[in-house]
């Protein structure tokens, strides 16, 4: 269904709103879009996986990990899916300040559990 705002209910409700709601729209669509992409991930092995971040918390960290295989032409577009995300994530947090106590983001392991490239634990 096609929503038709008329302009005084935008200027009334505030464009940011409607922005907000076309980002989550986006970011939802990435997500499948990703999913789609990365399909089953197969791996023999480990060698066979990559590691991606996506998104951007209110410190700058990537707010989830793309474990795939790295099949021909899979990173560039799994990469740039990704960063479309993440831009729409960095936008929302843009002019506020930083929390206090941010600690940089600890990248997960890659690992190929029953043939399917996945994050393995992020402390070992």
Known sequence: ???VVSIGA???????ALRAEDDAQAM???????????????CGNVSFCR???MGSDACGNPTAWIAFN???DLKPV?????????FIEEE?????????????????K?????????????SY
């Open 1 to 3: 269904m096609v929503r």
């Open 10 to 16: 935008a200027t009334l409700f505030g464009v940011s």
């Open 28 to 42: 939802a669509r990435l997500k499948r879009e990703i999913a789609a992409t990365v399909g089953d991930a197969a």
């Open 51 to 53: 590691l991606v971040p």
């Open 70 to 72: 790295n099949a021909p």
């Open 78 to 86: 799994i990469e740039t899916k990704a960063a479309e995300y993440t």
């Open 92 to 108: 929302q947090h843009r002019g506020k300040a930083k929390p206090a106590g941010c600690k940089p983001a600890v990248t997960p």
């Open 110 to 122: 890659l690992a190929c559990v029953n043939h399917r490239c996945t994050l393995g634990d992020a």
